[in-house]
């Protein structure tokens, strides 16, 4: 392939005509040489022309070596492309005495390196169907032959993917294990399995028929059980119980079509170039190494969206991956929508499987197929979407139920990835703020459907940010003694462990981390945090752009992460890309420019400050510290963060420990004397003067933990005054009390006074021991509270402090 024939030379032009290719490129290692500089051998599978063009265009792209050029070693030409394919003899012998040339190459000189760079060339990404491998347009994996690339290039042209993997050092390999023909045939056996697991990674596997699905599933041991219980307990017969099993199975299964897939690709292009400036994609390339090493994918995003599903199917497909089936809920099943999901792989899953067994059997049967059959899943932990813009606590059912297909005996690994999406804007949040004041959530429906897409217009930048990989087997490892005990060999259903529910439950904790962990901070919740921390909602343009260059450098230099994806622009920039977005109001005057947020809007921008809060809640505790006694002690600092940061990490899902405290606390008032927000002298850190713009920012930088801190005094000063009090009746008053907070003194945040925040406390009180329940669990005390109490009611403007303390006592007054 490497001469010029006259047939390549004639085909060359039109192919590239017909055709148009996505390359995707595996980032190397950090110890790997970098493919553009090096000596570089391509290793392909197929040597049809039209592959060979495809590379070729790609190579030109990406500023890679032609593969049409020979390698030059030492006076000695090679070819720059060796071909493995399927069914060649000849062409596999030619690679191998290659492959051993260049490694005795290698041997003759120590300072060569050449890379060896899998490529895979996929025209379209047919899985194909179990019933019918042979079928003309379903494989791309063997070399085809004239006729079958022909409809191929017809069919396909305008869906072919380069894909890159990480390249292999041949030197390495040279000085590792030799040259001779052993090492040679070695190398290429790998590079076969290696193609192998790409394909799989990009197609899939194999689809199976749905209906001859649903009859094969009917009739696994724990279908078989599970009907039989549904005959005895309802009294009814094989059949009905059978017909009523399968009804479940119509009602969930997916019925993947890799056309429609094909088709929404094109149709998903053309709407995000319409909607977003553009999605920042990242971490994806771990996801694909897992999946080239044949991990079973579970994706777990957060759920800000309806536009989740679509964005996140979009942005895998993109990255060269297979589109995960996605565990939707079945509100969404309705007309046409439901097909269409169901064919872009969406199976169907009830908000409740309570008091019915057959369902819940059915439904942990398909899942347990799934995994087993190698699809990649994804599931929404929350159970809905977030009205607040916060993670909501997790629930466990799919955790569950997939750490169960792990004791059916799941030969491939699973991996846990949790997923961060981010929006400059969510069309939904205007719907959100009716239900949390009261409003019945509407019925999805088509007239839904219809009347959002009248209401899409550019909606600023999307965020799609993969975090750290979760694997399973790993988690039970350190979690659970001899969990594999537990695992039950063949289809049979295995009993529920006891550790099942704590380590489910340890699982769910650690995936909402991990989301939280990925959190992307953009122009408009870093523009809204700063607002929302300031009187009134509003700032001058120099005071905003100041307050937002806080943020950054916080978040630079003393990030929460290594993965929380940080925006490269300044912070003017980044408050252009935000009033671009029509959500701040910008009024001039003879001074400049002031910057503020309407009423109305104030509200909804909570929730866009909400997604990335937990970022900037730890240095609002210090700020708050710092800003209310003027002069305190690191120690101190420290000593006040930890008695709080157990309920912060409950709330916020934080990630970081109580023994990172001392050293995180420490670089965050580093961080602040390097901003001149403060100065350190010793252990003493003072705030800036109240005359400098430092004292502005410092002020701006503890309202990021104000609502958070003036919540926890309600409930403390309650429980203070009112203990011993009925958990229920703690609840309901601390929920009475926020909502007088808020009115009397403008908080406009409805997460300030949300049931869900404030039992998530209460519980996070117990968990510290802080709270004792009597023992019909329903009456709590909480004698050792009064330091905690004193210690966050030092930090709270003393006005604010007075209405809490005040309100409580008319609250106890009027109950008696």
Known sequence: MTAVSWSYALLKHPIRWMTRAMTIIDKPEADQADITEAPVVYVMRSNAKSDFAILQRSARENQLPDPQK????????????????????????????????LLEAHQADSELDVQLLPVGIFWGRKPGQEAHAGNTMTGDLDNPGHLRKFWLIMFSGRQVLCRMSRPVS????????????????KLARVARVHFVRMRYAVAGPKLSDRNELMNQLLKTPALKKAIKDEQRSNKSDEEQAVKKAKSYLNEIAANYSETLVRILDRFMTWM???IYNGIDVRGADEVRKLAQ??????????????????????????????????????????????SIFRRGGAFFIRRSFRGNKLYSSVFREYLCWLFQKGYPVEYFTEGGRSRTGRLLPPKTGMFAMTVQGMLRGQQRPISIVPVYLGYEHVMEVATYLKELK????????????????TKLKNFGQGFVTFGSPIDLKSHLDTHVDDWQRSVTRGAEEPERPSWLTP???????????????????????LTALALLSSEHNALTREELIAQINVYLNLLREVPYTHHVNVPEQSADELLALALRTDKFEVQDDSMGQVVSLHAANAIA?????????????????????????????????????????????AELFLSHEQDELNTWVAAIVEELERQQLVTCDGETVSAASRETAAWLQLKLLAGSASETLQRYAIVLELLQQAQPIKRAELERQSITLAERLSSIHGIDAPEFYDKKVMTSFIASLKAQSLLQVNDDGDQVAAPEISALSDGIDELLDPTILQTIRQSVQQLIVSAE
């Not at 041949?170 to 045939?185: C, E, F, K, V």
């Not at 380590?503 to 919740?525: F, H």
């Open 605 to 649: 921008m909570t929730y866009y400050r909400n997604n990335v809060l937990h970022l900037m809640i730890v240095p609002g505790v210090v700020a708050s510290l710092i800003h209310a006694k003027q002069n305190v002690s690191i120690t101190t600092i420290v000593e006040r963060c930890r008695a709080v940061y157990p309920m912060l990490q």
């Open 170 to 185: 041949l030197g390495q390999m040279s000085r590792q294990s030799g040259a001779d023909y052993r090492i040679a045939h």
């Open 438 to 453: 009261g409003k019945n959530k509407e019925k999805e429906s088509l007239f839904q459907v219809l009347k959002s897409v």
């Open 272 to 274: 995000w170039s319409r």
């Open 293 to 338: 090493q044949g991990h079973e994918i579970i994706y777990v995003p957060c759920h800000r969206s309806h536009m989740d599903y679509l964005l996140l199917s979009y942005v895998i497909y993109k990255q060269g991956l297979v589109p995960p089936h996605i565990a939707a809920g079945v509100n969404l099943n309705f007309f046409p929508v439901g």
């Open 503 to 525: 380590t489910v439950n340890g699982l769910a904790e650690q995936v909402m981390r991990g989301i939280n962990d990925c959190a992307a901070a953009n122009s408009v919740n």
């Open 70 to 101: 020979p390698l030059y070693i030492n006076g000695k030409s090679f070819d720059r492309v060796l071909l493995l394919p399927e069914r060649d003899e000849a062409a596999s012998a030619r690679a191998l005495s290659q492959f051993q040339a």
